[in-house]
């Protein structure tokens, strides 16, 4: 049953969130990697798995004081919180709402269900926030429903697969290909709804594995991937980068929208369908983060440079 958004919408948090190539998924116990994320396209501060119990508090309030910090312009910031399940998941969404903090979406972990969001919602629905959720699909029973997750709530913006413990439910080796029908669920239901589809973390040191991995998830459908190291970012981002080719293409199709003047678009003799639009879209803004983040580094350069001609005359 697909529950009800109960008005919710954020289609520009969507669109950002599919424009995403690369998260970086760092413990909230570690704040002094935080700064690490900004390589990548966005970041995922943690709660859950990679913090020990004993340090579960320390990481909730360095995530929330993270939190409360001006955000940079373009770049989510997501809380991966304990399952709302267990009774640190619990107090983790309580610490959210009484704090005021408003990361962009919270990522819940090991989800098996609509109503598990539901109950989220609810949740940050009381803190009047615009706070997204992206379930992550990581428990064999969550592949069966996960169409019903991505449509349970007007507030998810994602799907995140968790290949570690996918592959441990499964009883199945870690390979790519051993999830292939997970990565197929989780693609296929996210384009229902038009949210973003984001692969596990390569958990392995290889960059030729890494690159060999991420392709084949862009090929799938996936439209970014997070990692647990830093140091991956540049490879994923040049992965999921859309070739000159594919960003010409998105500007064709954009423009047949925008001449169709209320009728059906057509390009080439085809009618263009609204996924085509969709694609188009996440294409073009992916293109336009690239240009605004080349003008940023190029006021910057003459900015220092501009100090340094002052200081030597």
Not at 111 to 127: K, W
Not at 230 to 254: G, K, Y
Request: charged share 20%; with cysteine; aromatic share 4%.
């Amino acid at each position: 049953m697909t529950l009800k958004s109960n008005g919710f919408t954020n289609g520009s948090l969507r669109t950002r969130l599919r424009a995403c190539r690369s998260f970086l998924l760092t413990p909230g116990s570690r704040p002094d990697g935080f700064a690490a994320a900004l390589a990548g396209d966005g970041i995922i501060v943690d709660l859950e798995s990679t913090v020990a119990p004993i340090d579960k508090l320390k990481a909730r309030e360095a995530a929330l004081a993270f939190l409360h910090q001006p955000a940079e312009e373009g770049f989510p910031r997501i809380l991966r919180i304990n399952s709302p399940r267990s009774v640190e998941g619990l107090r983790d969404l309580l610490a959210l709402h009484e704090s005021g903090a408003r990361p962009d979406a919270v990522l819940i972990p090991k989800c098996q269900s609509a109503d598990e969001i539901q109950i989220v919602a609810d949740i940050l629905d009381g803190a009047q926030s615009s706070i997204g959720i992206i379930p992550m699909v990581e428990l064999a029973r969550a592949v069966f429903v996960v169409d019903h997750m991505a449509q349970a709530h007007g507030r998810v913006c994602g799907l995140f697969l968790g290949g570690g413990d996918m592959a441990a439910d499964l009883g199945a080796e870690g390979a790519w290909e051993n999830l292939l029908f997970a990565r197929s669920q989780i693609v296929a239901a996210a384009a229902t709804t038009g949210i973003a589809a984001i692969d596990s973390p390569y958990f392995k040191g290889d960059s030729a594995g890494l690159e060999r991995e991420a392709t084949a998830s862009r090929k799938l459908g996936m439209t970014g991937k997070a990692t647990l190291h830093a140091e991956q970012l540049p490879a994923i981002n040049t992965v999921f980068t859309p070739s000159s080719d594919a960003v010409t293409h998105a500007r064709a199709v954009m423009d047949a929208v925008a001449t169709a003047e209320g009728g059906y678009p057509v390009l080439t003799g085809h009618v263009v369908e609204p996924a085509m639009v969709r694609e188009a879209e996440r294409v073009l803004a992916i293109e336009e983060k690239l240009h605004n983040d080349a003008q940023g580094r190029l006021a910057k350069s003459s900015e220092c440079n501009t100090i340094k001609d002052a200081l030597q005359s």
